[in-house]
C-alpha cells in the first residue's frame, strides 16, 4: 500500500465534518444543542467507571474417527473412515467490576457449533407449501450471568447463572486447562458438560489455603435422564423458563494451599420431580383433592453426586484427576414415566440407573526446554484415561448392560504459546464394557485460543 | 417403522400445521386448476372409525393371538405350534404394517411405534440378556432396550436366520424371554387401542381428538383442514420411508442387517401393506370394511382422471413389489434384482409425488 497517494474519495467520509464548519442558521438552535451536550457530559461524568476485561476461548476439532456414528449396532460401531470437522465451541466472556463498592459481574455466551439459524421459507418449487428451513446446526448459550458481590477480603455472595462446582469442569473448561483434545469424555457422560444452572452461591477463601463454595442451585428435570447419558439430560435447556420447585445444594472444599497443587471434594444433593415440566410423577392416593396438582405430594427421585477431584501444575507437571460417584433414588419409578412421555419432548425416554460412575485421570510433562525452546512455549505430551459407567451397579429390574460400560485410552501432545495459543493432536482407543463390541479409535487435532 | 419416523414428521409438520396456502405461484399445472372442495366433518370421523380403530383393534387382537401361540409353543414345544407361532406372527405383522400410513398420534407421541418396531434386532444385547440369570420379569422387560423386545426380536428368536430354527433348537431361556415380550407385544398393542378409544392418563380418546376436528375447544386439530393435512402428510410420510428408508438403506449399504422383517423373509410382504395401508386411508376404509361419508377419494373425486391415476399407481407400486425377488434381503446384493428394486423405488415415489403434488393442494387450499 502507498501511504501518501491522493485518493479524492477518501475525503468522502469527511463531509460532515465539512458541513459541520458551515455556520449555523440559526443561533437559537446551536444553543440548545450545547446545553444538550453539557447535560450530556455531566450524566457521563456521574456514571461511576467500570473495570472492563473481556476474555474467551475457542475451539476447533479436526477429527478421523475409524468407525460408523450408530454405536447401537449389534456389536457395536461398524467399521468406517470418516474426517470430521468441528467449530466446537467460541466463547466469549465480559467481566466487569466496580472495584469500590466489591460489586462484579461476568458474562458468558458460548457459540456452539457455528451457532443457530432456522426460517420458514414459501417453497414454490411444489405448490407453495411453507417449509421449516434449519440453515445452521448449533446452539447459542448464556452460560454465565451473575452479580457477585465481595464481604470483606476473602468471602464473595453471588447471584445468577453459574457452574455447579461439581467435577472438574467448573474450573478447568477452557481448552488450554485440560489436556486432551476434548473435554473428560466420562465427566461430560455422567454430569452435564460445564453444568450451569440458576441460583446464589458463597465463596470463601479460608486463609490458611482452603477455598468453601456452597451453592444453591435450581435441580434436574428428570424427564431427561436416560440409560446412555444418566442424568445430563436433566439439564433444563428446553424451556424458556427453568423450573426451581426443587433446589439442590452443593457444597465444595478445595485445598489451595499447595503451590502448583489442588485437590478437593464435592457434593450436591437435589430432587428431581417437581422440575419435570408436567405434574407426572405424583402420589396416588384415595382422597384427592381436586383443587390441589398434587394432593397427596410427589414422588421423590433425590440425586445424590459425590466427586474427589486434584489438579497439578508444578514445573513442567500437569495431570488432573476425578472419581465422581452418583445415586438416583426411586430409578425405577421415574423410567417407568419417563417410558410413557411424548415424544415430541424430545427426550430418550430410556430406563435410568440407580447409580452412575466416572474416573478419568491424565498426566503429561512439559518437554519444551528439553527441546531449547523458550518460556513462551509449551509442549506437553501426555496420557489420560477414561472410564465411565452410566449403568452402575443399577436395581435387579434393570439388565446390566455392558454397552453402557466405556473405557477410552489416549496418548497425544499438547502444544501452547504464551497460554494464549494451541494446539493438541492426539489418539483415542475406546473399548466398551464387553470384548464382543468393536474397539473404536479417533485422531483428532485440535486448536484455538484462549484469552 | 422407528427408525426414520421422528425427523420424517419433523420435516413435514410444516405442512401438517400450516394454515390456508396460497396457490396461486404453483408451478404445478394441474393444482391450478383444482375444483374447490369442501371437507367434511365426516372425512376425519370416518377415517377415525373406519379405518384408524380397526386396524389398531386388530392389531391388539392379532397381538393377544400371538401371545397365546408362543405361551402354548413354550407349554408344549413341538413343530405343529412352532409352525402355529410363526403364522401368528405373520398376521400381526399385516394390521401393524396397515397402519404405518397414519403414523401420528398417540403412536408417534408415546413411543409405541419403536416399543412394537425397533430393528435391527440387537443380537448382542439379546444373547447377554439369554445368557445372564436375571429374572425376565414384566418390569425387567419394560426395562429393556426397544431393539431388544418388539416384533423383530420375536421374529428372530421364532425364526432364526432364514426361518431355520427348529423346535428342538429352542432353551428353556429363550422359551422364558420369547413369552416375556410378546406378553410386553400384547400389552403396548393394547395401550395403543386404548389411546385411540378410552380415555387414558386423563386425556381423551384420541379418535375423539381427530374425530371433532374443527370444533371449538379442539386445538390438535383447529379445523377439518388441519386434521385432513395430518392424514395426507401419513401417507407421504410412509410412501417416503418405504422407498426412501425401507427399501433404500439396506439396499444402499447392502446390508442385510438393515433389512425389515428379515428372517421370517416377510420384508416384501410388509412393504405391500404399507402400500395398503395408503389404499385404506385413501379409500376411507379399513381391509374387511366399508367407507361411510366423505374419503379422500371424494375429495379427490370419484373416477376423475386424478383418482384412476392415483389407484393405478398403488397398484402399480404393490406390482413392482411383487416383481422382486424373495428374499429381499438376499435380493438387495444380488445384481440381478437391481432393476426390479429401483423400479419399485421409482413406483412408490411416483405414489409420493403425486400425493405431494396433487392431492396435498386439496386439504391446504
Known amino acids: ?451 | 417403522m422407528a427408525r426414520f419416523s421422528l425427523s420424517v414428521r419433523l420435516a413435514l409438520a410444516p405442512v401438517l400445521v400450516s394454515g390456508a396456502l396460497l396457490v396461486g405461484g404453483c408451478s404445478n399445472e394441474d393444482c391450478c386448476d383444482m375444483p374447490e372442495v369442501t371437507l367434511k366433518q365426516d372425512l376425519v370421523t370416518n377415517f377415525a372409525d373406519r379405518v384408524v380403530v380397526p386396524t389398531y383393534r386388530d392389531l391388539a387382537h392379532e397381538l393377544t393371538a400371538l401371545d397365546t401361540a408362543v405361551l402354548l409353543l413354550r407349554t408344549e414345544p413341538t413343530a405343529a405350534r412352532l409352525t402355529a407361532a410363526r403364522e401368528a406372527w405373520f398376521a400381526a405383522r399385516v394390521p401393524w404394517e396397515q397402519s404405518e400410513g397414519f403414523l401420528f398420534g398417540p403412536v408417534d407421541s408415546f413411543g409405541y411405534d419403536p416399543a412394537l418396531d425397533s430393528w435391527p434386532v440387537n443380537r448382542t444385547d439379546l444373547d447377554a440378556v439369554l445368557s445372564s440369570s436375571d429374572p425376565l420379569t414384566a418390569e425387567y422387560v419394560r426395562n429393556l432396550q426397544e431393539t431388544q423386545k418388539g416384533f423383530h426380536t420375536v421374529e428372530y428368536l421364532l425364526f432364526g436366520e432364514g426361518g431355520t430354527k427348529k423346535v428342538e433348537d429352542f432353551t428353556p431361556r429363550q422359551f422364558e424371554y420369547l413369552t416375556a415380550i410378546t406378553t410386553e407385544l400384547q400389552t403396548v398393542g393394547n395401550a395403543l387401542l386404548a389411546a385411540w378409544t378410552e380415555t387414558t392418563d386423563g386425556r381423551p380418546p384420541y379418535r375423539d381428538t381427530l374425530a371433532t376436528a374443527g370444533q371449538s375447544g379442539n386445538t390438535a386439530y383447529p379445523s377439518v383442514q388441519a386434521a385432513a393435512q395430518e392424514m395426507v402428510g401419513g401417507i407421504i410420510n410412509i410412501l417416503d420411508e418405504v422407498a426412501n428408508g425401507k427399501i433404500a438403506d439396506p439396499y444402499d449399504a447392502k446390508d442385510p442387517d438393515l433389512v425389515e422383517s428379515q428372517f421370517a423373509y416377510n420384508s416384501l410382504s410388509d412393504f405391500t401393506n404399507n402400500i395398503r395401508s395408503v389404499e385404506n386411508v385413501y379409500l376411507g376404509r379399513a381391509t374387511d370394511m366399508t367407507a361411510q361419508g366423505q374419503t379422500l377419494r371424494d375429495v379427490v373425486g370419484v373416477n376423475t382422471d386424478l383418482d384412476a391415476r392415483i389407484r393405478g399407481e398403488i397398484s402399480q407400486a404393490i406390482t413392482a413389489l411383487g416383481n422382486i425377488p424373495e428374499p429381499f434381503r438376499d435380493a438387495i446384493r444380488d445384481p440381478a434384482s437391481k432393476d426390479e428394486i429401483e423400479a419399485a423405488q421409482e413406483a412408490i415415489r411416483k405414489l409420493q409425488d403425486t400425493f405431494e403434488k396433487n392431492v396435498l393442494p386439496f386439504v391446504t387450499q
Open chain 1, 1 to 451: 500500500m502507498t501511504l501518501f497517494a491522493f485518493r479524492p474519495l477518501s475525503l468522502l467520509p469527511c463531509l460532515p465534518l465539512l458541513f459541520a464548519a458551515v455556520p449555523a442558521w440559526a443561533s437559537e438552535e446551536a444553543d440548545v444543542a450545547k446545553e444538550a451536550a453539557k447535560d450530556e457530559a455531566k450524566e457521563e461524568a456521574k456514571r461511576p467507571k467500570l473495570e472492563v476485561e473481556l476474555g474467551g476461548y475457542a475451539d476447533l476439532q479436526f477429527a478421523y474417527l475409524n468407525h460408523g456414528e450408530n454405536q447401537n449396532r449389534a456389536r457395536g460401531a461398524q467399521r468406517d473412515s470418516r474426517l470430521v470437522f468441528d467449530t466446537t465451541r467460541l466463547v466469549l466472556e465480559l467481566e466487569a467490576g466496580l472495584p469500590e463498592y466489591g460489586l462484579e459481574t461476568e458474562v458468558e455466551v458460548e457459540f456452539e457449533h457455528g451457532g443457530t439459524g432456522s426460517a420458514v421459507e414459501l417453497e414454490y418449487e411444489e405448490f407453495g407449501e411453507y417449509e421449516q428451513e434449519v440453515e445452521k446446526g448449533g446452539e447459542v448459550l448464556v452460560e454465565e450471568l451473575y452479580l457477585a458481590k465481595k464481604l470483606g477480603r476473602h468471602v464473595s455472595v453471588s447471584v445468577g447463572r453459574f457452574y455447579v462446582a461439581v467435577g472438574t469442569l467448573s474450573e478447568f473448561y477452557r481448552p488450554t486447562d485440560y489436556l486432551g483434545t476434548v473435554r473428560a469424555e466420562s465427566e461430560t457422560l455422567v454430569i452435564p458438560n460445564t453444568w450451569d444452572e440458576m441460583g446464589a452461591q458463597v465463596k470463601w477463601q479460608v486463609p490458611w489455603g482452603l477455598r468453601l463454595t456452597g451453592q444453591v442451585v435450581n435441580g434436574l428435570d428428570s424427564t431427561g435422564f436416560s440409560s446412555q447419558g444418566w442424568v445430563v439430560g436433566g439439564h433444563q435447556r428446553r424451556f424458556e423458563v427453568v423450573r426451581a420447585t426443587d433446589l439442590a445444594l452443593v457444597l465444595r472444599a478445595d485445598v489451595t494451599r499447595f503451590d502448583g497443587l489442588s485437590f478437593g471434594a464435592s457434593g450436591y444433593y437435589g430432587d428431581t420431580t417437581r422440575n419435570r415440566p408436567k405434574p407426572d410423577l405424583v402420589q396416588q392416593c384415595e382422597a384427592a383433592n381436586e383443587n390441589e396438582v398434587a394432593p397427596c405430594g410427589y414422588v421423590s427421585a433425590p440425586l445424590l453426586i459425590l466427586d474427589a477431584h486434584l489438579s497439578v501444575k508444578k514445573g513442567p507437571w500437569r495431570a488432573k484427576a476425578l472419581v465422581l460417584w452418583g445415586h438416583l433414588d426411586n430409578a425405577e419409578q421415574v423410567s417407568q414415566r419417563n417410558a410413557r412421555l411424548s415424544n415430541l419432548l424430545g427426550v430418550l425416554r430410556t430406563p435410568v440407573s440407580d447409580n452412575a460412575l466416572a474416573v478419568w485421570g491424565e498426566v503429561g510433562f512439559d518437554v519444551a526446554p528439553a527441546l531449547g525452546l523458550g518460556d513462551a512455549h509449551e509442549v506437553i505430551p501426555y496420557v489420560r484415561v477414561d472410564y465411565a459407567d452410566t449403568q452402575f451397579n443399577p436395581r435387579s429390574a434393570l439388565f446390566d448392560n455392558p454397552r453402557f460400560r466405556r473405557t477410552v485410552y489416549t496418548v497425544g501432545a499438547a502444544y501452547t504459546l504464551s497460554e494464549v495459543a494451541f494446539a493438541k493432536l492426539d489418539f483415542s482407543h475406546r473399548r466398551l464394557g464387553s470384548a464382543t463390541f468393536r474397539p473404536e479409535n479417533t485422531l483428532r487435532l485440535s486448536t484455538g485460543f484462549s484469552y
